[in-house]
């Protein structure tokens, strides 16, 4: 017969509750297609052709600190939800994917209002240069600034089997469609900008950025800018987005 002895647990004393000060401070900053926060996806990867640039601020941008990066596809990003910040930490949220009126643990939700204001977004990772990181499927407002980046590790940030019952499926997608007028003048700005304009508003407005709890009336206007350029559309039926014009913003 094999004895084995008996582990005593030693007695676990709750940590006393201390405030801590910690000095944290960016690494670089996004300049993003996105310039206000109506319209941006509500997590990464669901807009690909949203695109942007991190640009790495000193000591970070003279190519020793992304050196290796070229063997990356998407990369981490830890953030701050600069315009989203409150001193007073809230405990419960309401997410605007549960239609903004039900309210949940702040600690279930990826919310912007949270206790650090810390976001996390996994983004794909198109070029590195010494001083900045091109980076696309991007959910990150202009100047949002960047405290981290770790490369993403599919064995480990994969898991198979997990499961998330509040967010259980990307959101459903609306149908975009265009006036001749708007998809001239947006084909217009993108070969302007260099960049893929066209998918970029039609995969932002099939996320439907509109509040949960809002129906639309048909003469009701909504407006956001991407880039340089003001996107207005309607809502012609409760289940159709019509995209009306794509002009320049104003300054
Ligand atoms: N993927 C991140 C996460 O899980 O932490 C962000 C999720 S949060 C629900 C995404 C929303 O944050 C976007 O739709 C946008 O409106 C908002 N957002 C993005 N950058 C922000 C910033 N710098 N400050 C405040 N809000 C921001």
Redesign the pocket.
């Known amino acids: 017969m094999i004895m084995v002895d008996r582990v005593i647990m030693p007695t676990l004393t709750p940590p006393r509750p201390q405030t801590m000060t910690y000095s944290v401070s960016p690494i670089g900053f996004v300049r993003s297609c996105?310039k206000e926060?109506?319209a941006?996806?509500?997590?990464?990867q669901l807009a690909p052709a949203a695109r942007g640039v991190l640009e790495l601020v000193a000591p970070f941008d003279q190519g020793d600190a992304v050196q290796g990066l070229e063997h990356v596809s998407h990369v981490w990003l830890l953030?701050?939800?600069?315009?989203?910040l409150e001193e007073k930490p809230r405990l419960k949220v309401r997410p605007p994917r549960l239609g903004g009126n039900k309210s949940m643990g702040v600690f279930a939700t990826?919310?912007?209002h949270r206790p650090n204001g810390i976001?996390?977004?996994v983004v794909k990772l198109d070029k590195v240069e010494a001083n900045r990181l091109w980076i696309s499927g991007i959910?990150?407002?202009d100047?949002?600034p960047v405290l981290d980046i770790k490369p993403y590790v599919p064995y480990a940030d994969i898991i198979a089997t997990a499961s998330n019952t509040i967010a259980s499926a990307a959101p459903q997608l609306i149908a975009v469609e265009w006036t001749d007028a708007a998809l001239h003048q947006a084909n217009g700005h993108a070969q302007r900008l260099a960049e893929p304009l066209v998918e970029l508003i039609e995969q932002c407005l099939a996320q439907d950025p509109r509040p949960a709890y809002q129906t639309p009336a048909p003469e009701r206007e909504y407006g956001a800018q991407f880039w340089d350029v003001d996107v207005r559309w309607h809502y012609p039926t409760p289940d159709l987005i019509r995209v009306l014009e794509v002009i320049p913003a104003k300054a």
Do not use: M
Request: hydrophobic share 40%.
């Open positions: 996105f926060k109506f941006i996806p509500r997590q990464p953030f701050l939800f600069h315009q989203a990826r919310a912007t976001g996390q977004s959910d990150l407002l100047g949002t």
